[in-house]
């Protein structure tokens, strides 16, 4: 989907830009931290001194994203003069300020370059250069497409990260959003030694005894509604009114109770 044009206007501004911070919105998903660390990988190998600075923790089922620590939690007093430093700022999976959180006027009053990178719908012009496609599965799809133009060495680490964002975008490739361009990304990623099972188990087989306890109280509590389309539960606990949504036929568990 990325355009000639576009991959040039990519590659001269990562030619003339050295201090990159790369970033994404709050509440990273597989998509986002998967991006992030395939373009640090891509920078890395171009020499460029690159942060990847988020503000908010990785989940426990993405930590494998980040063996190396190259994500780092944003801090106020340790991150402020790196991000005053940087003459490149590259948004990925996010193009609504209101997303970067802590980060948000510290990034809007730098005068370094930004580029927005994403696959959802915008209002407005969010960088100096935006490179959106709605019909993309995810960004993950963006940047392997832009990997690609350039001629990037792929290694397994850049396969693994783009393989994640693909598999946690599309619903492990049941949602409507997976194309047969997104077949043929995730069959080429396979030729690069990724271990797709393993790759599964840690995104999505890691629940701690916790989480299971509330899923179970949760089933166990089930009203319906809308000729058996929609399912709800209350859940008390602390005080707390944790209410979740089951969309019955799009199998998404929506709600704010947490892991522990």
């Given at each position: 989907m990325i355009s000639p044009k576009q991959v040039n206007q990519l590659t001269k501004y990562f030619s003339v830009h050295n201090i990159i911070v790369i970033t994404t919105h709050h509440n990273p998903d597989g998509d986002a931290l998967g991006s992030e660390i395939a373009m640090y990988q891509y920078?890395?190998?171009?020499?460029?001194?690159v942060h990847i600075i988020n503000n908010s923790e990785i989940p426990k089922n993405y930590q494998f994203l980040n063996k190396d620590k190259e994500i780092q939690l944003f801090d106020s007093q340790l991150h402020r003069p790196l991000l005053d430093k940087a003459d490149l700022f590259l948004f990925l999976d996010i193009s609504d300020w209101g997303r970067l959180?802590?980060?948000?006027?510290?990034?809007k009053n730098s005068s370094a370059v930004k580029i927005c990178v994403?696959?959802?719908?915008?209002?407005?012009?969010f960088a100096n250069l935006d490179i959106i496609y709605e019909h993309a599965s995810s960004t993950g799809e963006l940047i392997f497409e832009f990997l690609k133009a350039?001629?990037?060495?792929?290694?397994k680490k850049t396969a693994i990260a783009l393989y994640t964002c693909l598999l946690t975008d599309t619903g492990s490739f049941r949602f409507?959003?997976?194309?047969?361009?997104?077949h043929r990304i995730a069959s080429e990623l396979?030729?690069?030694g990724i271990n797709t099972k393993e790759i599964y188990g840690l995104v999505y087989e890691q629940?701690?005894?916790s989480k299971m306890a509330l899923l179970g109280e949760a089933l166990n509590?089930?009203?319906?509604e809308c000729n058996g389309k929609i399912a709800w539960f209350v859940f008390n606990e602390r005080n707390v009114c944790q209410i979740s949504c089951l969309v019955l036929g799009h199998g998404r568990l929506f709600g704010n109770a947490e892991d522990d």
């Open positions: 920078l890395k190998f171009l020499g460029k001194t959180s802590e980060m948000d006027q510290l990034i994403d696959h959802h719908h915008v209002n407005c012009q350039v001629n990037f060495s792929f290694d409507s959003n997976t194309t047969a361009a997104t396979l030729t690069m629940n701690s005894r509590h089930l009203n319906y």
